[in-house]
C-alpha cells in the first residue's frame, strides 16, 4: 500500500497472526516498546487487536511492515493516539523478528509511515516515546529527522526499577 525502499506498509491480516503473537509474546521485544506490563496474549487476544484496526477505525491506524524483497511480514507500525484538532499524532513501532533489525527496516518503515502521516493526514506533528535505555530506537528515530523535545524522569517502572523516557518530535517543514 505504502512504499519505501525496503518495507511496504500494508494492512494487517490474518496471515500475519501467528507471526504477531510471537512478537508481543517475546519478552525482550517488547520490553522496550511497551510500557504496560507484558502479559501473555492468547490467539485470541491477538484476533481482537487485529479486528480492531480495520478501515473504519479513527483512533488508531496500524499497518503491517513487509519486506519489498521477500514480502515477508517483520512487524507493525502505525499512529497510537490521533489528535485531528492539533493534528499531532504519536507513533508506535514493532520489528518483531531479530534477525531483521539493525538491517534498515525500521528506519524506513518510520520514514514511510510520517510520509502517509504528514502527506496523506495532514498531520503537523509526529511523536514518539522511547525508553532512553532503547538506544537502537533512539537511533533510528534520529536518522528520520526526529529532535528530543523533552525527558520524563524515572517515568515506567520495569524490571524493578523505574526508567527514563525521552520524548522526541518531528514536524512537517
Given at each position: 500500500?505504502y512504499?519505501?525502499?525496503?518495507v511496504?506498509?500494508?494492512?494487517?491480516?490474518?496471515?500475519?497472526?501467528?507471526a504477531?503473537l510471537d512478537y508481543v509474546?517475546?519478552f525482550?521485544?517488547?520490553?522496550?516498546?511497551?510500557?504496560g506490563l507484558?502479559l501473555?496474549s492468547?490467539?485470541e487476544?491477538?484476533?481482537r487487536f487485529?479486528s480492531?484496526q480495520?478501515?473504519?477505525n479513527r483512533?488508531e491506524?496500524?499497518?503491517a511492515?513487509?519486506?519489498l524483497?521477500?514480502?515477508?511480514f517483520?512487524g507493525?507500525c502505525g499512529?497510537?493516539q490521533?489528535?485531528?484538532?492539533?493534528?499531532?499524532a504519536?507513533l508506535?513501532i514493532?520489528?518483531?523478528?531479530?534477525?531483521n533489525?539493525?538491517?534498515?527496516?525500521?528506519t524506513?518503515a518510520?520514514?514511510?509511515?510520517?510520509?502517509f502521516?504528514?502527506?496523506e493526514m495532514g498531520?503537523?506533528k509526529?511523536t514518539?516515546?522511547?525508553f532512553?535505555f532503547?538506544t537502537?530506537?533512539?537511533?533510528?528515530y534520529?536518522k528520520?529527522?526526529?529532535?528530543?523535545?523533552?525527558l520524563l524522569?524515572?517515568e515506567?517502572?520495569?524490571e524493578?526499577?523505574?526508567?527514563?523516557?525521552?520524548v522526541?518530535?518531528?514536524?512537517n517543514?
Open positions: 500500500m512504499q519505501g525502499e525496503k511496504r506498509l500494508r494492512a494487517l491480516d490474518n496471515g500475519d497472526l501467528m504477531s509474546n517475546d525482550e521485544t517488547m520490553r522496550g516498546v511497551t510500557n507484558i501473555p492468547t490467539v487476544d491477538e484476533a487485529f480492531a480495520s478501515r473504519s483512533g491506524y496500524q499497518f511492515v513487509e519486506t524483497e521477500t514480502r515477508r517483520i507493525r499512529f497510537t490521533v489528535d485531528w484538532k492539533n493534528r499531532l504519536e508506535a514493532l520489528i518483531g523478528e531479530t534477525s533489525r539493525g538491517k534498515g527496516f525500521g524506513d518510520v520514514k514511510t509511515l510520517c510520509r502521516g504528514f502527506m498531520l503537523h509526529i514518539v516515546k522511547v532512553a532503547n537502537a530506537a533512539i537511533r533510528c534520529e528520520c529527522g526526529f529532535v528530543r523535545e523533552g524522569r524515572k515506567y517502572f520495569r524493578g526499577k523505574f526508567h527514563d523516557v525521552i522526541m518530535g518531528l514536524l517543514e
